[in-house]
């Protein structure tokens, strides 16, 4: 059974410094992973998808990089600011009989920067 | 391009009761996957409709139920409303299948039942 964790469950840096948020999975046997943002209260939004044949993705200010074997990825943040404060999930998809399903998600971390 | 709709956005309702939420997905996406979201649990999958047909289903009790139109617009139910069933409702389309494709969530629903 896939199972997503994200450690730590919150962060607090201060505003500028470069940071990376972890995500790791229990079976390497996966489609792709996505990169999400979740401001309070508010919907998710997509940030990065990377797909198992890549070994990172990068948009902007974010990096994500992606390693199977170890079961895990992580979401670089460089330059950090207040405006990058909120959740950040990541999520793979559910894999059966060769098919990709629904995501599974993990709890997410909650980033916090200070001015 | 307009993004992934969601109505109501927020719902008070009382144990007992039923409920329909309603996702409109970007044009052109086929599929609607939906999610329960709560402190405790996190994000839990109900279901994903492509073209019409339930694809997936998670791991919820017969009172959860959803269906999909011609047009890609889906909806949910849910029939004799718990406490317990307090929870952010978002839904999410992607083109093709959730697992392939980038999915696009909506704002999500507040459902709060007293």
């Known amino acids: 059974k896939q199972e997503v964790t994200q450690i730590p469950a919150a962060l607090s840096v201060p505003e500028g410094e470069n940071l990376v948020l972890n995500c790791s999975f229990t079976?390497?046997?996966?489609?792709?992973l996505q990169w999400f943002r979740q401001d309070p209260g508010k919907g998710l939004t997509s940030l990065l998808l990377i797909q198992s044949s890549q070994r990172e993705q990068t948009s902007g200010r974010l990096n994500a990089s992606l390693d199977k074997s170890s079961g895990r990825s992580t979401l670089y943040i460089a330059a950090s600011q207040p405006g990058d404060s909120a959740t950040y999930l990541c999520?793979?998809?559910?894999?059966?009989?060769?098919?990709?399903?629904?995501?599974?998600f993990g709890k997410g971390t909650k980033l916090s920067v200070k001015p | 391009k307009a993004g992934v709709t969601q109505t109501p956005r927020y719902l008070i309702k009382t144990r007992g009761q039923q409920v329909t939420l309603s996702c409109s997905p970007i044009?052109?996406?086929?599929?609607v996957s939906w999610y329960q979201q709560t402190p405790g649990q996190g994000l839990q999958f109900l279901f994903e409709?492509?073209?019409?047909?339930?694809?997936n289903k998670g791991n919820f009790p017969g009172r959860f139920s959803g269906r999909q139109f011609s047009n890609s617009r889906s909806e949910m139910n849910v029939s004799t409303l718990e406490l317990g069933d307090s929870a952010l409702y978002l839904c999410?389309?992607?083109?093709?299948?959730?697992?392939?494709?980038?999915?696009?969530f909506g704002p999500g629903t507040r459902l709060t039942v007293l």
């Open positions: 079976d390497s046997a996966i489609y792709n």
């Open positions: 409709y492509f073209s019409e047909t339930q694809r």
């Open positions: 999410a389309s992607s083109r093709g299948s959730s697992g392939t494709d980038t999915q696009y």
């Open positions: 999520a793979v998809p559910f894999s059966y009989g060769g098919s990709q399903g629904n995501l599974i």
């Open positions: 044009s052109g996406h086929r599929s």
